[in-house]
């Protein structure tokens, strides 16, 4: 007889100590859902938070803030679609949460109920590491091709952006150079051939544009004083 495998408990007990950095975020899209009867973002807010359970960003908070905030950004701009937030807030686990998914992402379907489109959005946006300029290219053309999957991306680059205080230089010289090559013309061409989200893409443009602008001045002025000293 095949073994049962149950993959991690699904509940809505919160970890005191840790939950103050993502309770707002978690009980405003939990609170949006409720009211739009959005339920595979409420099956997929419960999940994001038991895998990613144990992780934490370079800055300390727990992982999961990330997604909420990609998610929540998401809502702020208009976004409102059942499949798009609840891939938002699973965007990393194929990613990062591997140790707890061992078909694969496949048990995500099988023994939660995510809608297999979500399972896809959340492949197209799983990267490898260690990728050059041409691989790049290809991996973001994907994404491009889905606007749902775009929105999410482009919601996942702001918020990283946002903290790229605790990269190196060198990585945080290479992360807004991708974003200037790949990110920036994304964002252009979704805004021109996605009417339907014209508004969200022309709002994460602006903004992602504003922040690795402000990020690149600060790094040059940095190397300049390095160089000078």
Same mark, same amino acid.
């Given at each position: *007889?095949?073994?049962?495998?149950?993959?991690?408990?699904?509940?809505?007990?919160?970890?005191?100590?840790?939950?103050?950095?993502?309770?707002?975020?978690?009980?405003?899209?939990?609170?949006?859902?409720?009211? /739009? &009867?959005?339920?595979?973002?409420?099956?997929?807010?419960?999940?994001?938070?038991?895998?990613?359970?144990?992780?934490? /960003?370079?800055?300390?908070?727990?992982?999961?803030? @990330?997604?909420?905030?990609?998610?929540?950004?998401?809502?702020?701009?208009?976004?409102?679609?059942?499949?798009?937030?609840?891939?938002?807030?699973?965007?990393?686990?194929?990613?990062?949460?591997? &140790?707890?998914?061992?078909?694969?992402?496949?048990?995500?379907?099988?023994?939660?109920?995510?809608?297999?489109?979500?399972?896809?959005?959340?492949?197209?946006?799983?990267?490898?590491?260690?990728?050059?300029? @041409?691989?790049?290219?290809?991996?973001?053309?994907?994404?491009?091709?889905?606007?749902?999957?775009?929105?999410?991306?482009?919601?996942?680059?702001?918020?990283?952006?946002?903290?790229?205080?605790?990269?190196?230089?060198?990585? *945080? /010289?290479?992360?807004? /150079?991708?974003?200037? +090559?790949?990110?920036?013309?994304?964002?252009?061409?979704?805004?021109?051939?996605?009417?339907?989200?014209?508004?969200?893409?022309?709002?994460?443009?602006?903004?992602?544009?504003? +922040?690795?602008?402000? *990020? &690149?001045? *600060?790094?040059?002025?940095?190397?300049? +004083?390095?160089?000078?000293?």
């Amino acid at each position: *007889m095949k073994e049962e495998k149950q993959i991690i408990q699904m509940n809505d007990q919160f970890d005191e100590n840790e939950s103050a950095s993502y309770m707002k975020s978690y009980m405003f899209i939990k609170g949006f859902a409720v009211g /739009r &009867d959005l339920k595979q973002v409420m099956i997929a807010l419960s999940l994001a938070r038991q895998l990613h359970e144990g992780q934490y /960003r370079k800055d300390g908070v727990p992982y999961i803030f @990330h997604p909420l905030k990609v998610c929540s950004t998401l809502i702020s701009y208009g976004i409102e679609d059942d499949v798009t937030l609840a891939a938002a807030l699973l965007h990393d686990v194929l990613e990062d949460c591997g &140790d707890k998914l061992s078909l694969c992402g496949k048990e995500l379907v099988s023994e939660y109920g995510i809608q297999q489109e979500i399972l896809e959005i959340i492949r197209l946006l799983t990267k490898e590491s260690g990728l050059n300029d @041409h691989e790049l290219s290809v991996y973001f053309k994907r994404i491009e091709e889905n606007p749902k999957a775009s929105l999410i991306k482009l919601s996942d680059r702001l918020h990283n952006s946002s903290t790229l205080y605790t990269f190196t230089f060198p990585k *945080m /010289r290479k992360y807004i /150079r991708e974003t200037s +090559m790949f990110l920036i013309p994304m964002a252009s061409y979704c805004k021109k051939y996605y009417p339907e989200y014209t508004n969200a893409f022309s709002i994460l443009k602006s903004n992602i544009e504003s +922040m690795n602008h402000s *990020m &690149d001045i *600060m790094l040059c002025k940095i190397e300049s +004083m390095e160089k000078g000293g």
